[in-house]
């Protein structure tokens, strides 16, 4: 086994020399200090102790001038003596440099005290050249239970031990240094939301202050309007007495006057005549005795109200202190895929510090998605209630869009979320293959959907109708004798929605059947040609949509012939290849032709909708249309190279979005129908791949 180590030369300075040389006075050999040997520096740039400067002045200096003792020049001592020499800042500066640094110490091998250890980087390992034999192989079977650090080969980068030690210092120094910064944020961190706690749990005592004191407020402002009925009944009554008390005072002054002005009086008659006034002011006086008024008055509490108890049940109900235990940096946000024009759920999953999903809802959350100019789109938050919450937005382009996502203003997991919008819309789910058995079809060319979410798929080829559920499982198949002879290419509900209509361009039948198959009636008319789709309006009234005839036949529900709409042609509103027909959400007659033609309910054309003439574009034409309840009209649109599902205002005709079916290219879609119970999902029939596709449209 070879082994190639490199070893990596470093310069030892040795203390001592180091000191000897530079730091040493050379006339006393005395270490330069800041007191007695402070290092002055002379003219002729040797550096002598101050010490030893003075004692060769007082010795040697003739005519203020003495030798350097190192090169003999001849020095001037300047004015101030020896002390105004200037000090030697080279020296002063070593000696500041060797107070800071540590004295290294170099490892030695024990059992080889001369030998220096040394250090091997890539092995990890520390060793001696001489305990080794110039090599650093410890273990080359790997005896010790451990991996044999030696390769052929390879490599190793070999240093003296002390300066692997040096550099794990600095290492070791960076990552405290590192670690402190963080713990310093930390904690600022920390004590920021403290004071968040503080202000906020501040907030709420002084939200439930003055809710109680609101409650007392009242409950002293309907004790005094008692409290003053009280006296306000108390005084009417006692101004009724007041006014009795002065009539009897009124009546006893008179009387008293009366008997005074009377005990002088000689004559008989006036005396008999007062006398008989009294008898008179007796039977009014006797009407005084009684009370005009009562004192009865008492405080009539509602029977059956503990009032304490009503209160305080009542006050129960007052509003709790509501708290959350959602740790924001364990939070998560998952995103189906963003589709341009569709609208786009991000659910956010709350977590507290445990690693527990919450299970309620109300925490402060705020979501923003930015597109790549920069611009911010519209955002709905949503709380489920459970701990999670919904954010929905419409993205109106592709490319990198942005989420952020903050819970008490602090940051999700992995916030900001960066991720692609596309212009691709691929199914969602897609049923069966070419076949006879549960799972087959042999061109199914027509469905409806039900108020449940069922599908009713016209298979021709198999002269049945196959019934889905909503996520495209198999239910059961329907058979009846008027789907016979593979010519059935048309379906709808019936008016009250619970039969359906199927239309036969062979046999030129109408037929309604229940949803178990049972014929419940049909017809069939003279004027019918080539009748290839069938609708029902609000009024029980057939719309077939006949290619040979070249318009729209309105039947009554018994089969009598109402009138006709629209006629072959070139011009606007006139038709030239008929597929299907549909009714809108007030009665609009719709029509898949080359492009889409629009009537009112009564016959009169309104609009055409869709892509330009052969002239103007590309040659294609619409195979099936559907409305939903909103207004947007979703048409199956075929191509020579291309065929795809686009979505319009009925409104206005604008073009919303268009479904690609990109990975699950559509060969030839010749029906497309609505869900009714979810709102932005439609199911496309694909009679070139057998199939029946499920997509979102908005």
Request: glycine share 6%; net charge negative.
């Amino acid at each position: 086994m070879n082994l190639s180590s490199t070893l990596v030369e470093t310069v030892s300075i040795d203390y001592e020399d180091f000191n000897e040389s530079f730091l040493t006075c050379g006339t006393c050999l005395c270490t330069y200090d800041a007191i007695e040997h402070n290092p002055k520096l002379l003219p002729c740039s040797h550096t002598i102790c101050l010490e030893c400067l003075t004692r060769i002045v007082a010795t040697f200096a003739r005519d203020s001038q003495f030798r350097c003792p190192i090169c003999r020049e001849l020095i001037t001592i300047p004015q101030g003596g020896v002390l105004a020499l200037p000090p030697s800042f080279l020296v002063n500066q070593l000696l500041d440099l060797m107070a800071r640094q540590r004295r290294e110490v170099v490892p030695k091998c024990g059992s080889h005290p001369n030998q220096e250890l040394l250090f091997c980087e890539t092995c990890d390992c520390v060793f001696c050249s001489t305990c080794t034999a110039g090599s650093h192989i410890i273990n080359p079977q790997g005896a010790e239970g451990g991996v044999d650090r030696n390769s052929s080969n390879s490599d190793h980068t070999v240093i003296p031990f002390s300066i692997a030690i040096k550099r794990m210092s600095e290492i070791l120094l960076y990552k405290a240094n590192e670690c402190t910064s963080k713990l310093d944020t930390a904690n600022e961190n920390v004590t920021k939301e403290m004071h968040k706690l503080d202000h906020r749990g501040d907030a709420a005592y002084e939200e439930v202050r003055i809710l109680f004191e609101e409650v007392v407020i009242a409950v002293e402002k309907r004790r005094d309007e008692v409290l003053l009925d009280v006296k306000r009944k108390k005084d009417e009554k006692r101004k009724v007495l007041e006014e009795q008390l002065k009539i009897i005072q009124t009546e006893k002054t008179e009387v008293d006057a009366d008997v005074e002005k009377m005990q002088h009086q000689v004559e008989v008659r006036n005396i008999t005549k007062k006398i008989s006034e009294l008898n008179t002011k007796l039977d009014a006086v006797n009407q005084l005795s009684e009370p005009r008024e009562n004192s009865y008055m008492v405080f009539c509490r509602n029977a059956g109200i503990n009032y304490p108890d009503h209160i305080k049940q009542m006050l129960k109900n007052v509003g709790s202190v509501k708290t959350s235990k959602t740790f924001p940096s364990l939070c998560r946000a998952s995103m189906e895929t963003s589709i341009s024009n569709l609208e786009t759920t991000a659910r956010i999953q709350t977590i507290d510090y445990n690693g527990k999903m919450q299970e309620h809802g109300g925490d402060p959350i705020t979501a923003e998605v930015i597109d790549e100019k920069g611009n911010q789109i519209t955002t709905k938050l949503y709380d489920n209630e459970d701990g999670s919450y919904n954010v929905k937005f419409t993205a109106k382009g592709v490319g990198t869009f942005c989420m952020k996502v903050h819970i008490f203003e602090r940051p999700i997991k992995d916030c900001p979320l960066f991720f692609e919008v596309t212009d691709h819309n691929s199914p969602v789910l897609s049923f069966g293959s070419k076949g006879i058995k549960d799972k087959g079809f042999v061109q199914p060319c027509s469905l409806t959907v039900d108020h449940n979410d069922d599908l009713y798929v016209v298979d021709t080829g198999n002269s049945r109708i196959k019934v889905l559920s909503k996520n495209l499982d198999f239910q059961s198949h329907i058979f009846n004798e008027n789907l016979e002879g593979r010519s059935v290419t048309g379906v709808c509900l019936g008016s009250s929605g619970d039969t359906l209509v199927t239309v036969n361009w062979r046999t030129k039948t109408i037929t309604e059947m229940s949803l178990d198959g049972r014929t419940i009636g049909g017809f069939s008319h003279d004027d019918m040609i080539e009748p290839i789709a069938v609708a029902v309006n609000n009024n029980d009234e057939v719309l077939i949509a006949d290619n040979g005839v070249g318009c729209i036949l309105v039947f009554e529900s018994c089969g009598k012939l109402k009138k006709k709409i629209g006629c072959k042609g070139k011009n606007k509103g006139e038709f030239k290849e008929l597929s299907s027909v549909c009714v809108g959400p007030d009665g609009e007659i719709i029509v898949a032709d080359t492009r889409i033609i629009v009537f009112s309910a009564n016959g009169e054309f309104l609009r055409e909708i869709g892509n330009p003439s052969s002239k103007e574009g590309p040659r294609g034409r619409y195979c099936g249309v559907s409305v939903d309840r909103s207004g947007l009209l979703l048409a199956a649109r075929m191509e020579k190279s291309k065929s795809y599902i686009q979505v319009f205002s009925l409104k206005d005709g604008a073009l919303q979005s268009v479904i690609d079916s990109h990975g699950s290219k559509l060969k030839r879609p010749t029906g497309v129908a609505v869900s009714q119970c979810e709102d932005n999902y439609a199911y496309v029939v694909d009679i070139g791949h057998d199939c029946v596709r499920k997509y979102r449209y908005k």
